[in-house]
């Protein structure tokens, strides 16, 4: 079965700092990938996709990912926080034709003074 | 452009009570709609997907079902809830065919008592 795995579930970092979050999937040499941000009690909002060409995507509210085949990976990054990003982050792959979506099961991303 | 609504945004019902909620899209045709759940401090659970009126995949054996009566009209229900029903419930819409993300609703927040 596919899968996506975000190692991380909880993480720390100062407003100002560099942020990385990572992410792993399985199955796929040419999968579709995303990420997603939630703040508390909201919808997901859609950060960034990866469907081909560049391996370095850009975002909005400054994130960007990349996606390495040779890892199976598609860590998302952002040079510096700011307090607003204090959110639980997603990653998601697409699984089949239907547009059906493997989530992994999130990281929860704490902004410090 | 597209919006995506759900109501009502939050939901206290007692054991063995009806569910009914709603999910509708505007400014897309023929979308694929999903149904997710997600549980306190966990990730995504797809329930319910659909490519078109009438047409209802169910991902999850539960005491929930969902139907499409119109194209960008999605609902899900109970005819009796069980405390495990209590969640966070996600709509999202995709477009049809080939590699897209989806865009998520405000969420319902259901709370079984």
């Known amino acids: 079965a596919q899968s996506v795995t975000q190692p991380d579930i909880h993480i720390t970092v100062s407003e100002g700092a560099s942020l990385e979050l990572r992410c792993n999937y399985s199955y796929g040499a040419t999968p579709y990938l995303f990420w997603y941000v939630q703040s508390p009690g909201q919808g997901l909002q859609l950060l960034l996709k990866?469907?081909?060409?560049?391996?370095l995507v850009q975002g909005i509210k400054g994130f960007e990912a990349e996606f390495k085949r040779s890892q199976s990976s598609f860590n998302l990054r952002k040079p510096s926080v700011h307090w607003s990003d204090a959110a639980e982050y997603f990653c998601a792959k697409k699984t089949d034709s239907w547009g059906k979506f493997q989530f992994g099961a999130g990281t929860q991303v704490v902004v410090t003074p | 452009s597209q919006t995506i609504h759900q109501w009502p945004a939050t939901l206290v019902q007692p054991v063995g009570s009806p569910l009914s909620l709603e999910c509708t899209v505007e400014g897309t045709s023929n979308p694929n709609l999903y149904w997710y759940r997600q549980a306190a401090g966990r990730g995504l659970q797809l329930l319910f997907y659909?490519?078109?009126?009438?047409?209802i995949s169910s991902e999850v054996p539960q005491n929930l079902s969902a139907s499409r009566p119109q194209d960008r009209q999605f609902i899900l229900s109970s005819k009796k809830l069980l405390l495990s029903d209590s969640g966070f419930y996600l709509c999202a819409w995709g477009p049809p065919g080939g590699p897209s993300e989806q865009y998520f609703g405000p969420g319902t927040r259901l709370t079984v008592t």
């Open positions: 659909s490519v078109g009126i009438g047409q």
């Open positions: 990866y469907f081909s060409g560049d391996t």
